[in-house]
């Protein structure tokens, strides 16, 4: 390994920071150059006549104040963080979030950092005044083009939210080959330790290398959980931590005694290493929850999710324009799979299912037909291409999910929303624990957090991760990021079987 890549593993996240913040300058700035452009070619500003020097003078300063307004609402949202959020749902939507607010924040300062009027009294204008003067801004206010501001912020939102799709795409990259991947530890290899260590080889952007398990039971030592193994006890972590350099262990005990893992995080810490802890209600948790105390007693309280009216209304006029809007786009697809259904095999051209909707509501759900009649029913869905209940139109369309086109009509009828969890069929419903039972509380939706997470392939029930983040957070701007990840999912072909 070169002396460049033995660096980057060894600072990879101060280097990878700080190539984040260059390329979103960057961004920033071939923003503001495009909306400048685009705004000439408008005819908001003048690039022939006898001011165009002046122009750029008064638009390169204007760049220098939107670069830094910029960066700073950046980190004041959150984007330089190291800690990510569910497939970076919560990065996506900060992108928007400190677009936005630096658009209005450029606007309070081309206001008053404006010159300033050398008359007044008292000393603290005495003092204001020379610092105003300082900072102010050499420029006419009412002479800046406002098509070029919307322009010039309608493409760093843009080229902000591509940058940074291709940024994780590549962080993914890198960790998927090892660089800059921590070395860490589950202590306690039962079904809590298990789950975790599923979700480090679903997601890779975490950054997580698992070197093995730690547990109390003698009778697990040496024994193989998944791809790793149980190294040795409690008493071992002296060798272990040093030998394997671990730099974090997650203390997966939810049902363990309080004072046993406060003991553990005691000797943690006295080792150095970063401890994390999977606590006993952790399923509560995953719930918007408040912490709340009653003399020095801790009480979580479930906060109420449930959208407002405004909310509501909001998302079924998105599903309404947007159903509309893809059933006028792809009518051509809608002829040719009817065409092709009904040459290969015989039967409907609608595969129409009972599935359960919001509040435990049945409803008759529509998909285009992808396997032969007399195979199709109420069984698990297929989970290979070569599954011999499909037929060729039938593979094809699953591939690319143009199977679920007609769902547009249930999103029409109201009983399914573009975004949303997966609704499931009677006899899986019915088989829900109090936990699982909480999807029933959102509309069914023809896609969802599920649909583009690295989890596609596995049972919706088993991955609820990501149906409650999205109930807990659901949000015009949320479904409006799923909705545009779909898409990519979609052009990719990574669609079910």
């Given at each position: ?41 408008l ?5 022939e006549?006898?001011?165009?020097q ?6 390169q ?13 950046f980190?004041?949202?959150g984007?330089?963080s ?15 979030k400190s ?11 081309l ?6 009027s ?7 204008y ?41 940024s994780f ?9 090892g660089?800059?991947?921590r ?45 790793s193994?149980v ?12 030998n394997?350099?671990?730099?974090e262990?997650?203390v997966?005990?939810p ?25 006993r ?10 912490i ?6 801790p009480?979580?309280?479930r ?25 006028l ?15 290969q ?6 595969f ?5 909707g919001?509040?435990?509501?049945p ?8 396997m ?18 499909l ?7 699953r ?17 399914m929303?573009v ?13 829900y ?7 029933l509380?959102a ?9 583009i ?16 983040y ?14 545009a ?9 990574t669609?079910?079987?």
């Amino acid at each position: 390994m070169g002396l460049g890549g033995t660096i980057l593993r060894r600072h990879f996240e101060p280097i990878v920071l700080s190539v984040q913040v260059l390329l979103d300058l960057l961004v920033v700035l071939l923003s503001c150059y495009l909306g400048y452009w685009l705004g000439g070619e408008l005819g908001g500003i003048d690039l022939e006549g006898p001011f165009l020097q002046q122009s750029r003078n008064v638009y390169q300063e204007l760049s220098a104040l939107i670069a830094a307004v910029s960066l700073v609402c950046f980190h004041a949202f959150g984007l330089y963080s190291p800690t990510k959020s569910l497939l970076n749902m919560q990065e996506f939507k900060a992108i928007v979030k400190s677009t936005i607010v630096a658009f209005l924040v450029l606007l309070s300062l081309l206001i008053f950092l404006r010159g300033t009027s050398q008359e007044g009294e008292g000393w603290i204008y005495g003092l204001i005044v020379p610092i105003h003067e300082w900072i102010k801004l050499n420029l006419n206010v009412v002479s800046l083009s406002r098509v070029t501001l919307l322009l010039t912020f309608g493409w760093i939102l843009v080229l902000m939210t591509a940058s940074r799709f291709a940024s994780f795409k590549v962080i993914q990259l890198l960790h998927r080959r090892g660089i800059g991947n921590r070395n860490v530890l589950i202590y306690g290899a039962g079904e809590t330790g298990q789950r975790l260590q599923r979700k480090f080889a679903q997601v890779p952007t975490l950054g997580l290398n698992l070197v093995g398990f730690v547990d109390d039971d003698p009778a697990r030592l040496g024994a193989a959980v998944g791809r790793s193994r149980v190294l040795g006890r409690g008493a071992d972590l002296d060798q272990l931590i040093p030998n394997l350099k671990v730099s974090e262990v997650f203390v997966a005990l939810p049902e363990e005694r309080e004072e046993h893992v406060l003991e553990i995080l005691t000797r943690l810490e006295q080792l150095g290493v970063q401890s994390r802890v999977v606590p006993r209600f952790h399923h509560l948790l995953s719930f918007k929850v408040r912490i709340e105390s009653l003399d020095s007693i801790p009480l979580i309280t479930r906060s109420d999710s449930r959208p407002g009216l405004i909310a509501q209304a909001a998302k079924r006029v998105l599903d309404i324009g947007f159903a509309l809007l893809a059933i006028l786009l792809t009518l051509p697809l809608w002829i040719i799979a009817a065409l092709l259904i009904k040459q290969q095999s015989p039967g409907p051209i609608f595969f129409v299912q009972s599935r359960i909707g919001k509040d435990g509501k049945p409803f008759d759900m529509y998909k285009f037909r992808t396997m032969h009649v007399h195979l199709s029913g109420d069984a698990p869905t297929p989970r290979s291409r070569q599954d011999p209940r499909l037929t060729g139109i039938g593979r094809w369309l699953r591939r690319f999910s143009l199977d679920e086109l007609p769902q547009f009509l249930n999103v029409l009828k109201g009983d399914m929303s573009v975004v949303g969890p997966r609704p499931e069929m009677r006899f899986i419903v019915e088989q829900y624990t109090p936990l699982q039972a909480e999807r029933l509380r959102a509309k069914p939706g023809i896609t969802g957090l599920w649909q583009i997470s690295y989890a596609r392939q596995e049972a919706i029930h088993d991955n609820l991760d990501y149906d409650l983040y999205y109930i807990e957070h659901q949000s015009l701007l949320l479904d409006l990021v799923i909705i545009a990840l779909t898409g990519f999912a979609v052009v990719k072909g990574t669609g079910a079987y």
